[in-house]
């Protein structure tokens, strides 16, 4: 329900003097110019919104900082009150207030897909406190095109959600979000990918392998516990009898990998180098291969590193930073009550220097990285040190969960079963989705198991996924704008077990299989394309891949198709693009002589590096026998 509270006005007819742009480019086969909003019109009126989670907000329109927060705001030094033009409050009378975004951080894009119906205008750099750690506050005002809306028309609502109530929707109507038309072009910057972005989204398809001592023990993290730690935290437990990384890589080429990740550490604790890094009594780590009782001598990274590299894939490492059950650390905590036998006491600050050796060592001896892999985040209190060390040594590799240190960060998509949601975008490293309207370009990265369950490491006896389940998830990650990063869970030998070899070979195949031949295909920089289909020729899939280099530009596209029967009809319709996008039609096939792409919305001119059509390509082995 609205609420408004007139004697909360505080800046009553104070014009809004920012000097914001809102102007939307908007390109399309039908026409080219730009939407002008006069947002920045909006009175400075400040506004005091219950919402329906029990939250009390202080709002004023997204053009203009609310001028009087100190009348409402008792704010102390560990979250000191910030300039914004909106505010999440806390606590009873005395209200701690929370910036939800800022007016230098402002992002503009249709609402809706539309143009005509509004405008969303997204302030980001809100603070970053309890409970939105790692997920810094941003709030969307939806701004609805209204034109009998008054001047003094307060906001619709206020909702909050998406992770901890850290993102936040605002809806207002008003006729200042009714747009005028200009022909005049208008473009704003698009956002790019550095070089190694570029390279991860064209690659599609990552190895994210699992070895190290959960292969021994249970799939988890960590998976050593109390009940195991016996056997667990003795380093001759890491036992492969056979270990053949090479073996590895055959299988990551034959499923089409570009480049591999492999756990370095894991929750455990234990390394897959022998460390020269030390623990407080003065000795080299121990907990790792290469030590006297170790029953591995060797050193796994330096032999994976190099059967990747003679392979021309790329290799990278996964380390997790906040949890060390052999230093007794979880969530960057050192936990509580007396250690395990083995178990080594370390101060927080003692786990922090040593975590920073660890990956200074893979970040210098292992040759140049694709991808860096930071699960569950990095220490906050050595955030800047770890970013010096990144841009210092790894300033080509992407770094997953790196976003604030790395110059190269991918996102995770938000879940492991391998069907994000859609659409997918390349930008916005603050959402699952991505974002169409954010600043930063931000891949996605759509991790998924082979094994049922969610199981990532080897676990004996578990069924992997049917052909028939890998079809839609390639779809719905490479196939819609992510990047597939599939799981392989080398067994307790060191090698690939065969019923996931044979797997990953026909899942590869059928790839290669269905999308190694266009019926038809084309490019071009325009808003439409046609192609030409020989008569007779089935039809039921249809890929559009824009130049990335160039940034995302298509916001919505419809395709259609014709033949000498009918004329066009609707085949697809659809919102990102990006590095591919694959459009199906479940009904079955087709029988076009041309199909056409129309950009329906982009904010630049389309950059189309590929727009084909493909026969169908039934679920089913294209492998007579895999060896």
């Not at 949890?323 to 007794?328: E, I, K, R, V």
Request: charged share 15%.
């Amino acid at each position: 329900m609205r609420l408004f509270f007139p004697s909360l006005v505080l800046a009553t007819l104070i014009l809004a003097t920012s000097g914001i742009q809102f102007q939307l480019p908007f390109y399309s086969a039908a026409r080219t110019g730009c939407y002008v909003y006069n947002v920045s019109a909006m009175l400075a009126h400040t506004w005091l919104m219950p919402a329906s989670d029990g939250s009390i907000y202080l709002l004023s329109p997204p053009n203009s900082n609310i001028l009087d927060a100190e009348s409402f705001c008792v704010n102390d030094d560990e979250a000191p009150l910030v300039a914004s033009p909106a505010y999440q409050m806390y606590g009873q009378g005395n209200y701690t207030c929370l910036a939800l975004g800022t007016i230098n951080q402002t992002a503009l894009a249709p609402l809706n897909n539309d143009p005509t119906q509004g405008i969303t205008v997204t302030l980001r750099g809100g603070q970053n406190t309890s409970p939105c750690f790692g997920y810094v506050r941003r709030i969307y005002y939806n701004l609805v095109c209204d034109p009998d809306a008054p001047p003094t028309q307060a906001p619709d609502s206020v909702t909050s959600g998406f992770v901890s109530d850290c993102v936040y929707t605002v809806t207002w109507r008003t006729a200042l979000a009714c747009p005028v038309w200009s022909s005049k072009t208008c473009d704003a910057p698009v956002p790019v990918p550095t070089a190694a972005q570029l390279r991860y989204q064209q690659n599609e398809i990552m190895a994210l392998t699992h070895f190290n001592m959960a292969t021994f023990f249970q799939d988890g993290d960590p998976a050593c516990n109390a009940g195991n730690w016996n056997q667990s935290g003795n380093p001759a437990s890491f036992a492969p009898t056979a270990l053949d990384p090479a073996n590895w890589v055959q299988s990551y080429q034959a499923v089409g990998a570009k480049e591999a990740v492999l756990t370095a550490k894991h929750g455990c604790g234990h390394l897959l180098w022998p460390s020269k890094v030390t623990i407080p009594s003065g000795e080299p780590y121990p907990y790792s291969v290469g030590r006297k009782n170790s029953y591995i001598q060797l050193d796994v990274l330096a032999l994976f590193a190099a059967e990747c590299q003679a392979a021309g894939i790329g290799h990278g490492f996964y380390y997790s930073l906040t949890d060390n059950f052999y230093l007794n650390v979880d969530r960057s905590q050192v936990q509580p009550g007396p250690l395990l036998p083995g178990q080594v006491n370390v101060t927080l600050q003692q786990f922090y220097d040593i975590a920073v050796g660890h990956i200074t060592e893979l970040w210098s001896n292992y040759g140049n990285l694709t991808e860096i892999w930071f699960d569950g985040g990095y220490l906050t209190d050595v955030a800047d040190e770890i970013r010096v060390l990144l841009n210092k040594l790894q300033p080509g590799a992407v770094a997953f969960g790196g976003t604030g240190v790395s110059p190269n960060p991918i996102r995770w998509d938000g879940t492991e079963d391998g069907n994000p949601s859609y659409p997918t975008w390349s930008t916005g490293c603050d959402a699952f989705s991505g974002d169409p309207s954010a600043p930063d370009f931000c891949p996605a990265a759509c991790d998924t198991t082979l094994q049922e369950g969610d199981t990532w490491f080897f676990v004996p006896g578990t069924p992997v996924r049917t052909l028939a389940e890998l079809i839609p998830i390639y779809h719905s990650t490479a196939g819609q704008n992510g990047v597939l990063e599939l799981d392989f869970a080398v067994d307790r030998t060191g090698r690939i077990d065969f019923a996931h070899a044979e797997r990953y070979a026909d899942f590869g195949a059928w790839i290669r299989s269905c999308y190694g031949f266009a019926v038809a295909r084309t490019s071009g920089n325009s808003t439409q394309l046609t192609i030409a289909v020989r008569a007779g020729v089935p039809v039921d899939r249809v890929m559009i891949q824009e130049n990335l280099v160039f940034g995302q530009r298509i916001r919505a596209y419809v395709v259609e198709f014709s033949n000498s029967t009918v004329s066009w009809q609707p085949f697809a319709t659809g919102t990102s693009v990006g590095n591919k996008q694959i459009n199906l039609l479940p009904a079955g096939p087709v029988y076009p002589t041309k199909i056409r792409l129309t950009v329906t919305y982009a904010v630049a001119m389309p950059i189309i590096k590929n727009f084909a059509a493909f026969e169908p390509c039934p679920c089913r082995s294209v492998l007579a026998r895999v060896v």
